[in-house]
Nanobody, 117 residues
């Protein structure tokens, strides 16, 4: 079992920055990919960014050039640095962990990011 705890969500003005953190505990050696997803009201949850244990990254087109995902394997923590935030980035952001076995998929409880115009 893996537990994920997110932090860092807040209310910020458009153009501002935030850094989200997700700390993993438990059977962390089983984790390959970690990532961030978000869900805005009335919308489906969508991928924001993922990072493999080797450090390979992938981003949604809507955040490329503005968001950066990083991973500290020693601390079992993944970060999402969000710059140039836009009102459309407003959502609940969820941390995700995918084990090498591909199952089960772990989710954090979510952290609210609100960007005011």
């Amino acid at each position: 079992q893996v537990q994920l705890v997110e932090s860092g969500g807040d209310l910020v003005q458009a153009g501002g920055s935030l850094r989200l953190s997700c700390a993993a505990s438990g059977d962390t050696f089983s984790i390959n990919n970690m990532g961030w997803y978000r869900q805005a009201p009335g919308k489906q949850r969508e991928l924001v960014a993922i990072i493999s244990r080797r450090g390979n990254t992938n981003y949604a087109d809507s955040v490329k050039g503005r968001f950066t995902i990083s991973r500290d394997s020693a601390k079992n923590t993944v970060y999402l640095q969000m710059n140039s935030l836009k009102p459309q980035d407003t959502a609940v952001y969820y941390c995700n962990a995918l084990p090498y076995s591909l199952s089960p998929v772990y989710w954090g409880q979510g952290t609210q990011v609100t960007v005011s115009s």
